[in-house]
């Protein structure tokens, strides 16, 4: 029997890549994706679609009612989405207050319903600079304090955390995975703006394989 895993899944590429490898390593996939109130929603369209196609189970966590607990953020609030790179102050304008601590523990309660052993969620090298809550250091504590929560200990595990997303790219197209099923540039409109934070790495990623974004932009890629 195989063993089962919770995977957080925005709907963005990281976490695509994410939901792939887990079943390519043979494990039973249970997609977790939470609306928060962010305004790039779009990325829970994209996650819903891919389990559906996958015959994957799928749970969206509604925590908008939480909203005012996650405020001061340009990913929920109305604060203008900074742009340029991730390294650059003003990204920590797009910082959710505690997102990932919260959206691990449900996680977790989550995995110990299901019987899965571990949660894997997406966080990268990439997001050192500016987000804490996906540091190495939260991701240790997150697992020792979830191998005692419960009767049933649940690894936390983020599997790319030593990876950049050109990394997690280049182990996407090994496994020949469509990126035009993720999204991930914070604004929620039709087209990517190619200017946030987000929509910078993505395309420095594709740049750096020699592939170009198979993602529609609404400036010149």
């Not at 505690?98 to 990439?126: D, K």
Request: hydrophobic share 40%; with cysteine; proline share 5%.
């Amino acid at each position: 029997m195989s063993q089962k895993v919770v995977v957080i899944y925005s709907g963005g590429m990281d976490s695509f890549t994410l939901l792939h490898r887990a079943r390519a390593a043979g494990y039973e996939v249970h997609a977790l994706s939470f609306n928060y109130g962010q305004r790039h929603v779009r990325e829970l369209e994209c996650a819903r679609t891919v389990c559906e196609e996958l015959g994957l189970p799928h749970k969206v966590v509604d925590m908008s009612p939480m909203g005012d607990l996650l405020s001061g953020s340009s990913l929920t609030d109305d604060i203008e989405v900074p742009e340029g790179h991730y390294e650059e102050a003003g990204m920590k304008s797009t910082v959710v207050p505690n997102r990932n601590m919260i959206l691990i523990s449900l996680a977790t309660g989550y995995a110990v319903s299901v019987g899965a052993q571990a949660v894997w969620f997406g966080a990268h090298g990439g997001d050192h600079a500016i987000y804490p809550d996906c540091r190495p250091e939260f991701v240790e504590k997150m697992d020792a304090v979830c191998r005692i929560a419960n009767y049933e200990p649940v690894r936390v595990e983020a599997p790319y955390m030593a990876l950049d997303k050109g990394e997690i790219l280049a182990e996407g197209l090994a496994m020949n995975l469509d990126y035009s099923q993720t999204w991930t540039c914070y604004n929620g409109r039709d087209a990517a703006c190619g200017r946030c934070g987000s929509c910078v790495e993505r395309l420095e990623a594709f740049a750096a394989r020699g592939q170009r974004d198979p993602l529609p932009y609404e400036v010149d890629v």
